[in-house]
């Protein structure tokens, strides 16, 4: 089979037994970087009866050898690796991933360590919803297009970028979606990790004195503007009319239009007294 397998994003010790147990055994690994397969393997004192066959899977070389390697893993386990993290999550293997799916081979995935979920946590932002976007554009003017494309977002953002452009896209955050509460993650789960949270003005003068690893942005979602009250209340009475309970109706509409809920119920019961 497939075995799409995420590995440490910094600190070695988030390597799991079952990660350690593939790389032991597989007899192919696709790794983005099979140096860095080969440091993974040292690092972490895998001992093999056999080495392994190296392939690199990479942007330029996925395309080309996704059938092969399905077709490996048919007769044999195949171990898909990324640098860091999880494949398939902005790094190859989704193509891999889909040729194996569309030949039929089964395909699995050994859970681990994740530069979004991991951010995310940290962050102090809602973690019940929320979207991840990969990177920003390299250029301004395309990433304030893709930021604007974000203004409607109600969910929390997450997204890479790099040390090099991170108060540039902390300033375009901050002129495309205002003072949404943002979180910029660094260098995860290593010795120097750091979070610092503010808004996107707020964080732009640090990021301007020059930061150092890997990234991740964390953006607050929009503040929906609350509805008219006439209007919310209308929903509310259409809402009674179709047969649920006014507490029920007032309740709902407070949660889709930001309006309060006791707000709602009065003047809904007002309205409909006459």
């Given amino acids: 089979m497939l075995l799409v397998a995420a590995t440490p994003i910094g600190n070695l010790g988030d390597a799991t037994t079952r990660l350690r147990e593939a ?6 690994i696709a790794a983005e970087d099979t140096r860095t397969a080969q440091r993974l393997l040292a690092a972490l004192h895998v ?8 392939v690199a899977v990479h942007e330029h070389t996925e395309d080309a050898l996704a059938p092969e390697l399905a077709e490996q893993a048919r007769e044999t386990d ?21 040729a194996a799916i569309a030949a039929d081979v089964p395909v699995t995935v050994l859970p681990g ?6 951010a995310l946590a940290l962050s102090g932002l809602p973690t019940d919803r929320f979207a991840f976007d990969g990177f920003l554009p390299r250029k301004q003017g395309e ?43 660094r260098e995860l789960t290593k ?21 150092k690893g890997e990234i991740v942005l964390v953006i607050g979602g929009a503040t929906p503007a609350p509805a008219s009250l006439d209007d919310a209340v209308a929903d509310v009475l259409v809402r009674v009319a179709a047969g649920e309970r006014l507490k029920d109706a007032a309740a709902a509409v407070a949660d889709e239009t930001g309006r309060g809920k006791r707000e709602l119920y009065d003047a809904a019961l007002a309205a409909r007294r006459g």
Wanted: avoid cysteine; aromatic fraction near 4%; hydrophobic fraction near 45%.
């Fill in 23 to 28: 790389l032991a055994s597989a007899p192919v």
């Fill in 47 to 54: 001992e093999r009866d056999e080495r392994p066959r190296l």
């Fill in 78 to 98: 195949v171990l898909l690796l990324t640098d860091a993290g999880m494949p398939t999550v902005s790094d190859p293997g989704y193509r891999l991933v889909q």
């Fill in 113 to 118: 360590p994740s530069a979004v979920l991991t």
């Fill in 143 to 185: 990433r304030r297009t893709a930021l604007r494309a974000l203004a409607d977002e109600r969910r929390t953002v997450v997204l890479f970028e790099s040390p090099h452009r991170l108060a540039d896209a902390l300033a375009d955050v901050a002129h495309e979606l205002g003072d949404r509460p943002v979180a910029v993650a």
């Fill in 191 to 211: 010795r120097f990790e750091e979070v610092r949270r503010g808004t996107a003005a707020e964080l732009e003068p640090w990021a301007r004195e020059g930061v």
